[in-house]
Each structure stands twice: as C-alpha cells, then as structure tokens.
C-alpha cells in the first residue's frame, strides 16, 4: 500500500499560535482507504523551501498532498514550486480563465488582475473545480525512478479542501488504490506504568510490523492501539488474532476499555446498570475526583455529591471521622480512609463511596514519604476496604494519579464478584 | 540570525485526532530570540525515517529541535536516528544511569530493564536533566559544511519539554546567538473573552513590529506577551514603554498577574497575607474549584475543605440550603448561591466561602439556559453576594469557565475596598 505525505504551506503555519488542522481530515480520509501518513510538513511562503520539500516529499511517498498558496498573491508560490520540484512548466489554461471570470461574474465582482495567475496549472496537470472558492486544485501523475506518484494541491481554507477532496481526490485516488481493508483493536489501561507495561506485551508485538502497535502514555493511563492491513476482513482479522488475544490474556482487568471510553464513563455506565448511586471524600486531590466523575453528562443519575476535607479538622466536623482514629493512625491510613467513605456514605445514603487520602507533597504533614496515597472504598453491606500506594511524580502528578487509582479500584471492586 | 526546524517525533502525531502543540511553545521561544522556525515536520517512530528527516534539517537550518521519542521502549528511536543521521555512536553514559536509578529510588519505585536504554546519548552530547520525568534531553553541537549547528533531543510530555528548554536550552541558546537584548513584558487576564480583549488593546499595539506581541488565549484565562528587541537594556525598555502603560491602563483590574502566577497562587497569597480561610460549595463544577485551588503547594495554609452538591437534596442534607430558598428560586440562582456559599462557611468556620452552581448541559435541570452559571461569595462580617453568568462553550468549556470564573470574582472581592 502507497504512503502519503502531508505539506501544508503558510507561513502563518509557522507561527507560535496556529496549527495545521487540515492535515488532521485528511489523515483521516487517507487511514480510511488504508494509506499511512508517514510524515507532515509545515513550510512557509519560499518558492525554494517549498520545492525542496516536495522534492524530498516526492522520494519516499507515492502520493504527496499539498495545501495552501494557491490564492492570487505573490506569496502564493505553490504552483511555481511545485513545478520547479517536478522539472515541469507551468502552463495557462484558458478553461481555468473562463471558469474564473465566470465565477466573478456570478458574484457580481470585479477580477483582479492577480487572479490570473490562478489560471495557471503544473504540465501534464489535471485541474480540479472548486466551487466553493477561486482557487482550482490540481491532481498530477508522475513518474519517479519507475514508480508512479500523485501529487495533489488543495486549497488551504478547510471548506475548500474537504470538498474538493471528498469530490474530485477520492475517487480518483480510490481507482488507484489496490483493494485494502484496516481492522483495529483499541485498549485503555489502568494502574500500571509505561514501562512495566511494555516489558509485560512487547515479546507479543515486537515481532510484528503488520500489525503495528503504538502505545500512549499518559499518567496511570496507557493507550495501546493495533492495526492491521489487509486485503481483507478476513486478512486483516487473522493478522490482528495473532497479538490481541495474548496481550489481552496478559493485560487481564487492566484493561478497562476497549472502544476508548474514559475511566469515568465506564464507571458511570457500571453505575447506572447497577442503579446504584456514588458519592466521594477527597483530601489531597481536593476535588480532582469528583471533576472527573462529573466530567460525564447525565452523571446527576449516579453522583450524588461529596466532601473535600483538608485537613483534620474538616475530617471530623464536616465527615465524623473519629479524632481518636486520626489521632492514633494519622490522616494518611487506611483505617482513616475507610472511615472516611464509610462517613461518606452514611451522610449523603449513596450506595458506594471512594475516598482518598495521602501526602501529594512537597511537604509531608503526617510523616508518610510524599507520594503515599491511600485509597478507601465503601458499599452499602460491604465491608469497607483501602489500600495505600506508592505514587510517583510531582504534587500535580501525584494528584493526577490518585485520582486515577481512585477510580480504577472503583471499577474493579464494581466488577468483582463481590456484588 | 540562524533559523530553526522543530521535528517532532510519534506515530501517534500522525493519526488523524492529534496535533503536535510542543512546536507552538518553541516557536514562540525561538521567536522572542529572534529565531525564525523555517519547517516543522512531524514522524513516526521509525528509525530510518527519522534519520533521514534529521539530516534534511540539518542540510538546511541551524537549530534542529527534536522533541519526543526519547521513553524507555522499542519505538523509541531518536536516540538511534539521531546518532545516525550525525554519523555518531550512541555511548552509555553512567552518570544518566545513576541519575536514572536515584529517580526511580526516590519514588520508590523498581525500575525496569528497559529504563536503562534512556542512560545512552549521542556522542559528544552533553545531557540535559529532566527533573519532570525520566527521559534526560541531549544538546549536541556539530559541524556541517564549516557552519556551526546546534541539535537538541527533548522529551515529548509538554510539561517536561517546557521545563527542559526553559532551564537548559535557552541560556546555552542565548550564549550562542548574536548579542541582543530582549524585554518583555507579561500580563494574565481573567473574566474577558479573547476577542473583546483584542478589541480593547489592538489599536495599541498593531502599529508596532517591535514590541511584538502574543495574545495567546485559554478559556476565560488570556496571556499577553509583549517583547521588545533592542541593542541596549535602555533601547528595549523605552520600545516597551510605547505601548505597556496604555495597555495596563485599558485592563485595568482584569490583569491579575504580571509575573506569570496562576489565579489560585494569586488568591492563595492573598489570603494568606490576609490570615484569612477558604471553603467552597460545588455544583455543577463538581469539584474542580477545589481542585484548581488545592494544586498550590502549601495551600493547607488557607484552604479547609468543601462540599460537593450535585443535586437538590445534597444542597439542603449536606450544606443546609433552606429546601423553600430551592423550591422558589431554582437551584441556578443568586438566592441560591448565596446561600450555597453562607452555609459552606457556617459549616466550615472559613473567612470565606464561593459557590458554583449552574447548568453545564448537555440538557438544563432548572430550565435554566445551558451555560448559565452563577457565583455566590461569603465572608465573615460581609453581606454575600452572587452574580449570573452567560457561559460559553461544551460541558468541558462551561466548566473550566465556571471554576475561573469563581476564582476571579473572588479575587476581586479580596482586592476590594469592602476588606
């Protein structure tokens, strides 16, 4: 299967506040019909950097898409470079010119005379009509070294680009393409770091580049994604069979996702099948939980509400946490958090609570090494449990994390056999 | 002045629902230097890829910054691409490895096998500590063609970058480039939409190139940057006075912060200096407030605790908001909030108390519009008040407003006269 490479041209795009977006949607398009973007250029408005670039875009993808610097100004060097790069001329097209002043005229202005130069296409270049604008894509055929490429110019304005994309480039590009079919398998994993979690499944991908397997991290959240490409359904099922049952076997209750839904979600989902309702006491997170589990619409069905509670005093007069228990274990404990979702659940009648407590740093107040979380969870008959970890990161990514481990003991107790 | 190319690394940059936003920080950087960003590219993880994309950089630009690609596993291959593309060996470096070791001892955590593949650099590197993570940077100088080029290897997370280039790469960046001096000047603004803003201060500073300035905006929270170039301290100071005054002048209180300090180390230091306590009342924000104000380190000093009120029953049971006061009113009332915020500070025995409720959507539970949010604010010998707000933006959006909202409304109440 050919691999695409993306430019965008603008030197605008070179700025500290803008993005290339449209790159996004074509990528997008391009995965769909089994092309892989192997690399995405941002170039500015220089007839020389941006022929260069499509020289070089030219000697490792079969189709290269351009966008951006078709318009009518002097900075808009698209046309001259990509020409210069493929050693072909650029050549007036007196249909180009008709459907331009044709198009003024529809709009009842007047055509400047720098709109000519939109008249202009690459040799050899197919145009392509663009209704919703002046400027005319180009779709061109080329040969290097006995390979054949496409080149592609669209207009940089989103509206312009998709359309002229969806209507005149995938057709074509579909007739083109040998049938391929993209099968994908999607995890989210909780509870383990990255590297613990690429020396447990790397033996099961490493040997495969088909399917490719790309793995994100984020703090106590691993993204893993597989694809295969195949001929067929068929092909690209049995390629994904050869690593996702393994990974998934070593993976187990780690996984809490497979269709990308968040931690949050899929817990609010449990929730609702339950017809069960949740409440919190945060310490250290001071009220990361409960943003998280409200970050969902329509959690008002299971989240009741809950205390943040800062320090020992709010323990006891907002919770009704025992001093004697603060006192003897310290804030940081399991009996404290125990007692804390217990309290929790008694105050607010929700069936379940989560609570959390520990050092998040830089200083510890209790004497437990910065980093120490404990994690209690309590259930309307069920015998309240916590556990304490050791979290790693900074305050902010201690906090991150316990909020985290706070909701995946969460899911795990409501998936355990327990209930 | 030399120009720079920013290639970033990740197959995960590549899929259709990710942009790379590390480049938009360095160009912003390298521009304040006077450092024009010629191409930004972005890779895959693959090794040949990479090298060949590092050598094209170098064909053409004097600063090359690679970011990402620098983590524990297989797929991470800028280390290996780096020193292929320079003609390098990679060389283990033992003081990486003890630095390495020491970090993951002091988080108490085992490190892994494959940790040790960070402890390698490209030869003649000079590694760059990363006190925010565990991949170490690397800051190459090389020769090519008789003209000095600089490399630099940075991690991916945006926090780590961040930090990286701001401790390590710009003083080493300063030294190397052509004597100048730069001023700037940084504002925060709050409760302002970007576009009113920009309405307000553009016929300012549009008629200068020099200040340059960078409006760079997040929901409800805007950064102005104004950044004067001259040959002398004195030069660039007077170039700053042109426009900084009549900027500050036209914001007025809206500038919270000149030095770059967030609202809530804003507020915290007020309250500190005040000797004065805070709780909140939550509704729809559901623990974000609490959450933004406890991410300060040392915020026990002033921060008690609060309650989460998702729903009616939890705002009388919990907090004791009179059921008549929401039966009348709504629960996304000033009535309301008020009194969210009295009851809060009765319970908790704070100098102050701040309230969010509204509605977030998707869907309204009072009839209330989506995005009506109103703030309540109590203090100790104070009559509370509260204010309605028209918010803008998804559930996301009306959140993350409703939180900055709040904070800077009660910001302004601590800066008033009424204290």
Chains 1, 2 share one sequence.
């Not at 603008?10 to 973007?37: H, I, M, P, R």
């Not at 099948?273 to 969902?296: D, F, K, N, P, Q």
């Amino acid at each position: 299967m050919p691999d695409a490479e993306i430019i965008a041209i603008g030197s605008e795009l070179l700025t500290a506040d803008k993005v290339d977006t449209n790159s996004l949607y074509l990528t997008d398009q391009l995965n769909a019909l089994g092309v892989e973007v192997r690399r995405k250029l941002v170039v500015g408005d220089d007839r020389a950097l941006v022929s260069e670039a499509v020289h070089q875009a030219l000697a490792g993808a079969e189709i290269v898409i351009i966008t951006g610097g078709l318009g009518p100004t002097e900075d808009d060097v698209t046309r001259d470079a990509v020409a210069d790069a493929l050693g072909r001329k650029l050549e007036f097209r007196e249909e180009l010119l008709g459907w331009l002043t044709e198009r003024f005229k529809r709009f009842n202005r007047p055509m400047a005379e720098n709109n000519k130069r939109q008249a202009y296409a690459v040799q050899g270049a197919e145009a392509l009509p663009n209704p919703r604008g002046t400027a005319p894509g180009q779709w061109i055929e080329t040969m290097v070294e006995s390979n054949g490429r496409v080149v592609m110019l669209l207009p940089g304005p989103p509206r312009e680009l998709k359309g002229m994309f969806a209507e005149e480039c995938l057709p074509r590009l579909t007739r083109r393409l040998p049938p391929q079919v993209i099968r994908t398998r999607f995890y989210r994993v909780a509870g383990m770091g990255e590297s613990d979690l690429d020396q447990l499944i790397s033996p099961v991908y490493k040997p495969f580049t088909n399917p490719v397997t790309t793995i994100l991290a984020g703090p106590g959240d691993i993204q893993i994604h597989l694809r295969a490409r195949g001929a067929t359904h068929e092909e690209a099922d049995g390629l994904l069979q050869q690593i996702a049952p393994e990974i998934e076997r070593l993976l187990g209750d780690r996984i809490y996702s497979r269709d990308g839904s968040s931690l949050e979600a899929v817990i609010g989902e449990r929730l609702r099948a339950l017809r069960a309702t949740l409440c919190v006491a945060e310490s250290c997170t001071g009220g990361w939980l409960g943003e998280r589990i409200t970050s969902i619409p329509g959690c008002s069905d299971y989240f009741l509400g809950g205390f943040l509670v800062y320090n020992d005093r709010m323990k006891t007069e907002l919770l009704g946490v025992d001093a004697g228990l603060l006192k003897i274990h310290t804030a940081v404990s399991e009996a404290v958090a125990c007692a804390m979702a217990e309290c929790a659940r008694a105050k607010t009648g929700a069936t379940f609570a989560v609570s959390i407590t520990g050092e998040a740093g830089p200083e510890s107040f209790t004497g437990a090494p910065v980093g120490t979380v404990v994690i209690g969870l309590a259930g309307a008959g069920l015998v309240p449990q916590a556990k304490t970890y050791s979290l790693f990161g900074d305050r902010n990514g201690i906090r991150t994390r316990a909020a985290q481990w706070a909701l995946d003991d969460l899911r795990r107790w409501l998936d355990s056999s327990a209930l």
